[in-house]
């Protein structure tokens, strides 16, 4: 039997610099989080996308998440090619926490919900 966790998944900033660089980047990676969870069954319970890295707090279980994670890098590193026409510096790996306790599950959940505005975007 399989439990279901929480999980955050983060990338560094410094090694993503310019994750997105447009509006149209910005709406493919929003729906590559649909488009994630979809494809592997694990639940997004809030996510944020900055500029320069996205965060988010998931639900499922290890392997799950995991798929999510490599599906997520995969996708968005193909995109980010399609778009610019090469990888354009961008470094983009995930790393995958799983939340064993209600304070970091409450900081994370706070933080991926309130990001966006903090940076100033509707």
């Known amino acids: 039997m399989n439990h279901e966790y929480y999980f955050h998944l983060f990338a560094n900033g410094n090694d993503a610099k310019n994750f997105i660089t447009s509006e149209t980047e910005f709406k493919a990676a929003f729906n590559r989080f649909g488009i994630c969870a979809h494809s592997t069954g ?16 998931l639900r499922g279980t290890p392997e799950i998440c995991t798929e999510f994670k490599l599906l997520f890098e995969s996708m968005s590193m193909k995109s980010i090619v399609q778009q610019r026409g090469s990888a354009d510096g961008v470094c983009l790996h995930c790393e995958l926490d799983m939340i064993t306790d209600m304070q970091y599950l409450k900081n994370v959940a706070a933080y991926t919900i309130i990001q966006a505005t903090k940076d100033g975007k509707a």
């Open 42 to 57: 694990a639940t997004v319970l809030s996510f944020s996308i900055e500029d320069s890295h996205p965060h988010a707090l």
